[in-house]
Each structure stands twice: as C-alpha cells, then as structure tokens.
C-alpha cells in the first residue's frame, strides 16, 4: 500500500498564495509522475499539474505562469500558487503513478491523496 499525505490548503485572498506539499510513503519503487489535481464543488476533478521523475511538468491552461509545481524528493512534491483567484478554489488532490514493489513482486500503481481544501476570497 503506499498512502499519500497533503498539506497546505488553507484560506487566502484574491491576489494571494499558498504551497502545497504531498509526501508519499509505503510499498513505492518508484513514482513515475506526481501530480495535482482539482475538484470544485459540483464540477469533475481536473489536473491542475505533473511532474515526472525526469522533470518534465504540465500545467493546465488556466494556472500557467502563477502556479509552480516541484519534485523536492523522489516520493514528494510541492505546488506553490501564486496570485489566488476565486476560481482556484477547490479540493486539492494529489496523485502518484508509479510501481509498487510488494515485497517482491512488482505493480503498477496509481494512488490519489484525500485532498486539501483552498478557499480563495475575492
């Protein structure tokens, strides 16, 4: 099993920022890419951005040039958003894809967070 923790969210203005952090523990190989997504309440989850394990990242339209997504580790990633809209409010999910090794036979693996909440206030 391998358990991903986020951190982070939190209540800011219009024109603010936080950093997210999403740390990954347990049967883990190797992470693939690591990544962020967003689900805002009545809408369908949506990737925000990814990072791969050989630093390529992607980033959705709508947070390019505010929002820095960053590999601090091999199983850890950062999200740090600048210039909050109230738009970018939503539950923030993290997500590893990578193999898992069980204790000698290995898997592939796909694992989301529980998510952290950003409330941003116009």
């Known amino acids: 099993q391998v358990q991903l923790v986020e951190s982070g969210g939190g209540s800011v203005q219009a024109g603010g920022s936080l950093r997210l952090s999403c740390a990954a523990s347990g049967s883990i190989f190797r992470i693939g890419i690591m990544g962020w997504y967003r689900q805002a309440p009545g809408k369908q989850r949506v990737l925000v951005a990814t990072?791969?394990?050989?630093?390529?990242t992607n980033y959705a339209d709508s947070v390019k040039g505010r929002f820095t997504i960053s590999r601090h580790s091999r199983n850890a990633v950062y999200l740090q958003m600048h210039s909050l809209e109230p738009e970018d409010a939503a539950v923030y999910y993290c997500h590893a894809k990578g193999i898992e090794r069980i204790p000698n036979t290995y898997y592939g693996m796909a694992y989301w967070g529980k998510g952290t909440l950003v409330t941003v206030s116009s």
């Open positions: 990072s791969t394990d050989g630093g390529m």
